[in-house]
C-alpha cells in the first residue's frame, strides 16, 4: 500500500454506503458506528472499499501492535495452517501450547512458579481469573473500579463499570462485587487535590469499605487496570497501584491485573504493571497478544491452578493457529523492542499532544503512556464538563481527512496506533487529530 493518507471520495463513498446499509439489516446491534468500510490493511494502513487510504491510530482496539498483517505472524498462521488448525487444546497436547505459555511466565512479572489458561477472549481471559481466585481463595467477593472494563459476559461484566449501557437489562449478574471509585485524578470523585491527597481513593478500600460492611475476609481479589482502557485512557498515580498491593497483601486478598488492553508493550514497557513496580498474582492479556487472531491468557501463580480436572475448560481456547500467531507476534515485539519504540514514540506524540492543549481549549487534558494516550475534550478547561458531541464531531472530521480514531470515556479521543507506525504517518495523524479539534473548539 502507498504512503497514505488518501481520501479520493469522501467516506462513505458510494461502495461504503451499500455495504453499511446491507450489513445494517444482517448484524446484530453492537457498538458498530463508523462509516469505514475495510477492504484491506497493511502495517499502519488502512484501505476502505472505495479506495481511500486511512492513517491508523486505532490499531482494531489496541490489538495491532506489530501492525495489522504482520509478515512475520503471517508466515506462523501459514506454517500452522499446513499443520493442523483444531485439536481440542484443552483435551488434547500438542507442541504449541506450553511453548507460548512457557514464554508468557517468562516475560510477565513475578519472580515465581507460573501457569497460562487459554481462552479466545478478553472477557475469557478475566472470567478465568475470577473463577482461580475464587476457587483458591475460598472467598466469595471481589472488588473492582469506576470507569473499568472487563469485559461483557456475565461474570465479567459484573466487574465492569464504564457505561450504564453495558448493564442495562442484565441484572443480575455475578453477586458480590464492590465498586469503587479509580484515580482518575483529573477528575477526582472525592474532588481532592492528586498533590495532597495521599491516594485516598486507594485507602478508601481499607478504611471505608472494609470498616463498613465488606469483611476483608470474604474478598477473593482487587481487580484492576493498570491503565484505564474504555474508561478514558486513565493513568493512575504510581502510589495508587502500589497501594492496592499493600492492602491485598495484607488481607490475604488476590491482585489480579488486566492487561489486556495495556499489555504487550502499548504503554512503552512490555506490561503496564511495570510502571507501577507492582507484581500481581494473576494477570489477563488478549487483544494484542495474537495480532489480531482471537486469543486470551490468564496468567496466574502456579500455586493458584484449578484443583481438579474439569473446574474449567474450553473447546477453542489455545487455538494452534491463534498460538502460532502469539508465539511470533511476542518474539516480534521483543526481538523489535517495541515496547521502546512505543515509549519513544509516545514521548513525542504526548508533547505535541500537550503543546495543542495548551492553545485549544476545548482539550482538558492530555495523558498516557507510551502509545496509549487519551485527549480529553471539554466544553473549556475551566468548567471541564464533558463534550462527547464535540468529540463524536472530530472523530468523524477527522476520518473525513484520513485518520481513523475511536473514541473511549465520556469524552476521550484514544491515540493507540500500531506500534510499527511509520513516524511520518504518526506526524500526519497527529497533525489531522490537531486540526480536527480546531474545527470544534
Ligand atoms: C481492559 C480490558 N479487559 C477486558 C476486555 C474485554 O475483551 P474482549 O472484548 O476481547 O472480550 C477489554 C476490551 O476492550 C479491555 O479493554
Known amino acids: 500500500m502507498e504512503k497514505g493518507p488518501k481520501i479520493i471520495v469522501e467516506p462513505p463513498g ?69 499443520k493442523f488448525i483444531h485439536s481440542a487444546p484443552h483435551d488434547f497436547y500438542d507442541d504449541i501450547q506450553y511453548r507460548v505459555a512457557k ?14 489458561y487459554f481462552g479466545n477472549s478478553g472477557t475469557e481471559a478475566v472470567e478465568a481469573a475470577i473463577k482461580l481466585a475464587k476457587r483458591a481463595t475460598k472467598r466469595p467477593r471481589l472488588i473492582s473500579f469506576i470507569g473499568a472494563f472487563h469485559g461483557r459476559t456475565l461474570g465479567s461484566l459484573a466487574l465492569t463499570a464504564s457505561k450504564p449501557v453495558h448493564q442495562k437489562g442484565y441484572f443480575s449478574t455475578i453477586p458480590g462485587v464492590e465498586h469503587v471509585p479509580y484515580a482518575y485524578c483529573y477528575r477526582c470523585p472525592f474532588k481532592l487535590d492528586p498533590a495532597s491527597c495521599d491516594v485516598w481513593c486507594a485507602r478508601y478500600i481499607e478504611e471505608v469499605l472494609f470498616q463498613s460492611y465488606v469483611p476483608p475476609e470474604e474478598v477473593a481479589a482487587i481487580v484492576v487496570e493498570p491503565v484505564q482502557g474504555e474508561g478514558g485512557y486513565i493513568v493512575p498515580p504510581k502510589k495508587f497501584i502500589q497501594e492496592l498491593r499493600r492492602i491485598t497483601d495484607k488481607y490475604g486478598i488476590l491482585l489480579i491485573v488486566d492487561e489486556i488492553q495495556s499489555g504487550l508493550g502499548r504503554t512503552g514497557k512490555l506490561w503496564a504493571i ?76 504526548l508533547k505535541r499532544l500537550k503543546e495543542a492543549q495548551e492553545e485549544i481549549n476545548i482539550i482538558g487534558d492530555v495523558r498516557g503512556l507510551g502509545l496509549m494516550i487519551g485527549v480529553e475534550i471539554v466544553k473549556d478547561k475551566e468548567t471541564k464538563k464533558i463534550n462527547k458531541e464535540a468529540r463524536d464531531k472530530i472523530i468523524d472530521s477527522a476520518l473525513k481527512k484520513g485518520l481513523v480514531l475511536l473514541p473511549t470515556g465520556k469524552s476521550v479521543i484514544r491515540v493507540a496506533p500500531p506500534l510499527t507506525i511509520d513516524e511520518d504517518h504518526l506526524e500526519k495523524g497527529l497533525d489531522i487529530l490537531i486540526k480536527a479539534i480546531k474545527e470544534f473548539s
Open 14 to 82: 458510494p461502495k461504503a454506503r451499500e455495504i453499511i446499509n446491507i450489513s445494517k439489516r444482517y448484524l446484530a446491534t453492537t457498538t458498530r458506528d463508523f462509516p469505514l468500510v475495510i477492504a484491506k490493511m497493511e502495517n499502519d494502513l488502512i484501505e476502505d472499499v472505495d479506495g481511500n487510504i486511512y492513517i491508523d491510530f486505532a490499531a482494531g482496539i489496541a490489538v495491532a501492535n506489530v501492525g495489522n498483517r504482520n509478515p512475520e505472524v503471517l508466515e506462523a498462521v501459514r506454517n500452522q495452517l499446513e
Open 103 to 116: 514464554l508468557l511466565t517468562e516475560i510477565t512479572p513475578g519472580n515465581f512458579e507460573k501457569k497460562v
Open 274 to 349: 511495570e510502571h507501577f513496580d507492582v507484581v500481581p498474582d494473576i494477570m489477563s492479556s488478549a487483544k494484542a497478544i495474537a495480532a489480531g487472531l482471537p486469543l486470551g491468557a490468564t496468567i496466574l501463580r502456579a500455586n493458584l491452578d484449578f484443583d481438579e480436572p474439569g473446574a474449567h475448560s474450553s473447546t477453542f481456547g489455545g487455538n494452534a493457529v491463534s498460538l502460532a500467531a502469539a508465539l511470533a507476534n511476542i518474539e516480534y515485539i521483543i526481538k523489535n523492542k517495541l515496547h521502546e519504540r512505543a515509549a519513544k514514540l509516545g514521548k513525542k506524540a
